[in-house]
């Protein structure tokens, strides 16, 4: 398959290429979860990918109950699903990111019996209602600070407790009872099949090496999951890809999706995008191919280009600002 066409289907998968009238619901499932550590940046991967709905409306649904979480999944970091997939996901990374935090923890004074003194009281001071860290922290009457609290989260997250709920007020997080938040729900019969396919739907064209990238988990123990959902997902390669433009949020689950990331994003510009510490700045996509970046300054659009072609799209990138403006603002 040549890389244009490559590209093309990538970009349809992602439902870049024909926005949808989704909720952001459709879209966390379709995705198998959209990265959430930046809330604004979340809320811009919903805006590319659908029609009509506004940063509140996002922010609104993110509110009820029975709808969607965020919690800690792939490679350890928050996503938001649909709240009738975040069980069954968290028994497939929940362990996983327990065990992989138990060093930090040890280094920032969390031991077993602190951990275990915190998630015995948190049922009882979460009951009911979502609390911010801080609120937590004062409940819980333990000598907690620093970067020891949200370890905490992730802990408990981790164990099935707790998730994400609300964003209170200046979208501080909201914490909430995991078993008051999200319905309990059938769980697939193999959750890692499940999220295979999931993934297959999201980012295909890709490899098993690019799935273990994109979940966190051992190559040893993606591979033959990946291999039976990409023979289940071969009818995907008779669907026509996509194009356009669009302007994508910072961390954009778009450029997670790959071990290697060359072909959407050029290694003469990735400096410019992958700034180091995990940071992915926003960027212009052309036709599924990253062909600069933007920010915002003083509510106008800058965009810093990597060629030519984004000059060629003009109306397109108007559309696009125009409707980012109206996604903000409405």
């Excluded at 009738?84 to 923890?105: L, Q, T």
């Excluded at 907690?144 to 905490?152: E, T, W």
């Excluded at 099949?193 to 690019?210: H, K, N, S």
């Excluded at 890809?241 to 050029?266: F, P």
């Amino acid at each position: 398959m040549r890389d244009e066409e490559v590209l093309r289907r990538r970009y349809a998968a992602q439902g870049l290429a024909e926005r949808a009238d989704s909720t952001v619901a459709d879209v966390a499932g379709r995705l198998a979860g959209l990265q959430a550590q930046d809330t604004a940046a979340m809320r811009l991967a919903v805006r590319a990918r659908t029609r009509g709905l506004t940063a509140d409306g996002v922010r609104e649904e993110c509110a009820k109950p029975g709808k969607l979480a965020r919690t800690w999944l792939m490679r350890g970091t928050l996503h938001l699903v649909p709240a009738v997939d975040v069980r069954w996901m968290v028994s497939v990374f929940g362990p996983r990111n327990v065990a992989a935090g138990r060093g930090r923890r040890a280094q920032l004074g969390l031991d077993d019996r602190i951990c275990e003194t915190a998630t015995a009281k948190l049922p009882g001071i979460l009951r009911g209602r979502a609390l911010s860290r801080a609120e937590i922290v004062a409940e819980l009457e333990l000598d907690l600070r620093g970067q020891a609290v949200p370890h905490l989260m992730a802990y408990a997250a981790g164990r099935g407790l707790i998730c994400r709920g609300p964003d209170l007020a200046k979208d501080e997080p909201g914490y909430v009872l995991l078993d008051e938040w999200a319905p309990k729900a059938t769980p697939p019969n193999d959750p890692l099949a499940e999220l295979a396919r999931r993934y297959q739907q999201a980012f295909g064209p890709a490899t098993a090496e690019d799935f273990a990238t994109w979940s966190g988990l051992p190559i040893t123990t993606v591979r033959e999951p990946f291999q039976t959902a990409q023979s289940e997902e071969s009818a995907q390669l008779d669907e026509p890809g996509g194009s356009g433009l669009r302007l994508l949020g910072a961390y954009d689950t778009y450029l997670l999706g790959y071990r290697d990331r060359s072909l959407m994003l050029d290694p003469a510009y990735a400096h410019r995008i992958q700034a180091g510490g995990g940071v992915l700045h926003p960027t212009v996509v052309v036709d599924g191919r990253v062909a600069g970046r933007w920010k915002l300054t003083a509510g106008r659009v800058v965009v810093e280009a990597f060629d030519d072609i984004i000059h060629s799209r003009r109306d397109e990138l108007a559309a696009e600002e125009a409707d980012l403006a109206r996604f903000l603002i409405s």
